[in-house]
Nanobody, 124 residues
Framework: QVQLAESGGRLVQAGGSLRLSCAASGRTFSTYNVAWFRQATGQERGFVALISTSGIRTYYVDSVKGRFTISRDNAKNTVYLQMNSLKPEDTALYYC?????????????????WGQGTQVTVSS
């Protein structure tokens, strides 16, 4: 089973960009689909984006389409979330999560492996 560690979160002004990284341990990372979720203070955790094992298939929540891009480098055991045109409503703790299998899932309960999260704060 892989272990995940997020990084890259920080304070940024509205309109700015950030790239989050999700680094995984373990040799089987390429067999895991990976997703990003986020949780703002006082709100439920929500799906942001996911990427298939090969990186060919991606899926985004509507609110980030055209602004965020998920990608992966299996040689580096890392998944990225490039976030552009950030808005204050993107402020949240961002988590990456991984699951094995061919089906792509957007519900957090379907993911068994999680990182500790990285804080993204967007100021207006």
């Amino acid at each position: 089973q892989v272990q995940l560690a997020e990084s890259g979160g920080r304070l940024v002004q509205a309109g700015g960009s950030l790239r989050l990284s999700c680094a995984a341990s373990g040799r089987t990372f390429s067999t895991y689909n990976v997703a990003w979720f986020r949780q703002a203070t006082g709100q439920e955790r929500g799906f942001v984006a996911l990427i298939s094992t090969s990186g060919i298939r991606t899926y985004y929540v509507d609110s980030v389409k055209g602004r965020f891009t998920i990608s992966r480098d299996n040689a580096k055991n890392t998944v990225y979330l490039q976030m552009n045109s950030l808005k204050p409503e993107d402020t949240a703790l961002y988590y990456c999560a991984a699951r094995m299998g061919t089906l792509l899932r957007t519900k957090g309960d379907d993911y068994a492996t999680w990182g500790q999260g990285t804080q993204v704060t967007v100021s207006s």
